[in-house]
């Protein structure tokens, strides 16, 4: 009896996923359609390879030392930004979340500038604070990084508050402990873990975004692909320039593991 059952199980569930997978593959289907996505297209592109690679290669390192100094200006200012968004996020996250909700008309406006933020492209604030300040560069770059970890980190750190403290915070609350006392004896000890361990990982993208930010704003080492690449049409020095930064991300990427690790006592 119990093999029947368990059978009936396996076959609905079998049915469920394949049911799954044939709405999916339709959906897809449909929008390929939509958008004139022609695989033959792709599979033809495919034998250009080899003139990308004869265009590129072999990658050419020059100039360490100003490229350096850019690679360095490009993490410091999304390191930079970064951490400030971090600052003004738990803040407002005070507000957002459902725990605390300091205030629930800023935690409305909050929310929406999250979302705002979050959802604009990185293209779109190039162009609108490039019209609105009249500027480019690292200023530039730094306000639009501030701008999307802001976002991101907003509802991250929401998230994050609701989900960690909720006991803690009910424990105090049938205290009578009032608001800030919450927050200093039960939300920041309980959530400072996993919040700094977002902030590692939004400082982690921001690096990869920084370098195309780089490109759009002229600051860091994005600035010197853009030279490179559009100006001087030197690939083999621009393939370098991208190795540089692929190695750069890696790196981080094992360091900030490294320290989340160390920070959730997973080590």
Same mark, same amino acid.
């Given at each position: 009896?119990?093999?029947?059952?368990?059978?009936? +199980?396996? =076959?609905?569930?079998?049915?469920?996923?394949?049911?799954?997978?044939?709405?999916?593959?339709? +959906?897809?289907?449909?929008?390929?359609?939509?958008?004139?996505?022609?695989?033959?297209?792709?599979?033809?592109?495919?034998?250009? +390879?080899?003139?990308?690679?004869?265009?590129?290669?072999?990658?050419?390192?020059?100039?360490?030392?100003?490229?350096?100094?850019?690679?360095?200006?490009?993490? *410091?200012?999304?390191?930079?930004?970064?951490?400030?968004?971090?600052?003004?996020?738990?803040?407002?996250?005070? &507000?957002?979340?459902?725990?605390?909700?300091?205030? =629930?008309?800023?935690?409305?406006?909050?929310?929406?500038?999250?979302?705002? &933020?979050?959802?604009?492209?990185?293209?779109?604030?190039?162009?609108?604070?490039?019209? !609105?300040?009249?500027?480019?560069?690292?200023?530039?770059?730094?306000?639009?990084?501030?701008?999307?970890?802001?976002?991101?980190?907003?509802?991250?750190?929401?998230?994050?508050?609701?989900?960690?403290?909720?006991?803690?915070?009910?424990?105090?609350?049938?205290?009578?402990?009032? =608001?800030?006392?919450?927050?200093?004896?039960?939300?920041?000890? #309980?959530? !400072?873990?996993?919040?700094?361990?977002?902030?590692?990982? &939004?400082?982690?993208?921001?690096?990869?975004?920084?370098?195309?930010?780089?490109?759009?704003?002229? *600051?860091?080492?994005?600035?010197?692909?853009?030279?490179?690449?559009?100006?001087?049409?030197?690939?083999?020095?621009?393939?370098?320039?991208?190795?540089?930064?692929?190695?750069?991300?890696?790196?981080?990427?094992?360091?900030?593991?490294?320290?989340?690790?160390?920070?959730?006592?997973? #080590?």
């Amino acid at each position: 009896m119990k093999l029947v059952i368990d059978n009936c +199980i396996f =076959k609905r569930k079998r049915k469920k996923m394949i049911g799954i997978i044939l709405i999916t593959l339709i +959906i897809s289907l449909i929008f390929m359609i939509l958008s004139d996505f022609q695989i033959v297209k792709v599979i033809e592109g495919t034998g250009k +390879i080899g003139g990308f690679l004869k265009q590129y290669f072999p990658p050419k390192f020059i100039d360490f030392k100003s490229t350096l100094r850019e690679l360095w200006i490009t993490i *410091a200012v999304s390191i930079g930004s970064t951490v400030l968004a971090a600052i003004f996020s738990f803040f407002m996250s005070l &507000c957002t979340s459902k725990s605390i909700a300091l205030n =629930k008309t800023l935690g409305k406006i909050f929310t929406g500038l999250g979302l705002v &933020c979050r959802n604009v492209p990185i293209y779109v604030w190039q162009l609108l604070l490039g019209m !609105i300040f009249y500027m480019g560069g690292f200023f530039l770059a730094f306000l639009i990084i501030f701008l999307i970890s802001l976002g991101f980190l907003i509802r991250a750190f929401t998230e994050t508050i609701d989900e960690t403290s909720s006991s803690s915070i009910e424990a105090l609350e049938s205290a009578g402990a009032d =608001k800030f006392v919450i927050i200093k004896n039960a939300v920041i000890p #309980d959530t !400072i873990a996993q919040l700094v361990s977002w902030t590692l990982f &939004c400082i982690e993208t921001n690096i990869r975004s920084s370098s195309l930010i780089g490109y759009l704003t002229g *600051a860091g080492i994005g600035y010197l692909i853009s030279f490179h690449r559009g100006f001087k049409r030197d690939f083999n020095t621009t393939l370098g320039l991208i190795i540089v930064i692929a190695v750069t991300l890696i790196l981080w990427d094992f360091l900030s593991n490294r320290l989340r690790r160390i920070i959730l006592n997973e #080590d």
